[in-house]
């Protein structure tokens, strides 16, 4: 299981991070913009909270950020560790080993049961075989029943498409369910005179099952002019 990719990866390292300051501010500013709606609409009260794979925080709130009186932070990319203390303008208790699901279930790592726990779209870049995605599946529903939750992952990812979702973001909804990826089709647009997709699905598209304790959001992510990917927001209040 392959937690964190490697220095020149597409989706993480030099590559991500030249992508992540280059966009953030203009192609990616719709993406930064729901997952923010999405965390205020979470809206933990735990004054302390577990941050897992963050990068360099490219998509949180700063202000949000900053309302916590501690922060622990897994990252292992020593320059995305960099680059988030300079945008966010603090350091946070850095463990810079992978989370390890493995370890969770042996309980060789803890999360204090007065923190908040934010995954920040790390699942949907892990390569889980069938075992190791029924592991996280455990273990991250126990996490949601005893903590304040939430994680942003892509589920999907192609090129020349667009994800037209019109679900409110604003919590007029008391509920979202999950959506499975046949429902998400007919949001799915693709580009003028396309008339086929090569679409692929992640494995956290199946981590989320359970109708409680979970709430979902959809939006989308275009990570560049060509390439898109769906993202799924999932959070608890524990």
Do not use: C
């Not at 892990?126 to 995605?133: H, K, L, M, R, V």
């Not at 999950?178 to 005179?193: Q, S, T, V």
């Amino acid at each position: 299981m392959d937690l964190f990719p490697s220095l020149f990866h597409h989706s993480g390292g030099v590559i991500y991070h030249w992508r992540a300051l280059r966009n953030q501010y203009d192609l990616w500013h719709p993406h930064v913009k729901q997952t923010r709606a999405f965390i205020e609409e979470w809206n933990p009260q735990s004054k302390s909270l577990t941050l897992i794979g963050p990068s360099g925080g490219y998509s949180l709130p700063k202000a949000w950020i900053k309302k916590f009186d501690s922060i622990t932070a897994y990252e292992p990319d020593w320059l995305a560790r960099k680059i988030f203390e300079i945008r966010m303008g603090f350091k946070p208790n850095w463990i810079t080993e992978p989370f390890d699901f493995e370890k969770l279930k042996n309980g060789e790592l803890t999360i204090p049961k007065s923190s908040a726990i934010l995954f920040s779209n790390l699942l949907g870049q892990i390569n889980f075989d069938e075992s190791a995605g029924l592991l996280a599946q455990e273990e991250l529903l126990k996490l949601a029943n005893t903590h304040e939750f939430a994680s942003y992952h892509d589920i999907l990812s192609g090129d020349h498409f667009r994800f037209e979702w019109s679900s409110p973001i604003d919590g007029d909804q008391a509920l979202r369910v999950k959506y499975e990826m046949e429902a998400l089709d007919p949001f799915i647009a693709p580009d003028e005179g396309l008339t086929e997709l090569d679409l692929h699905v992640h494995p956290a598209a199946y981590l989320f099952q359970d109708p409680e304790p979970f709430r979902y959001q959809y939006w989308e992510w275009q990570i560049t002019k060509s390439q898109t990917q769906i993202i799924e927001g999932v959070y608890s209040r524990g």
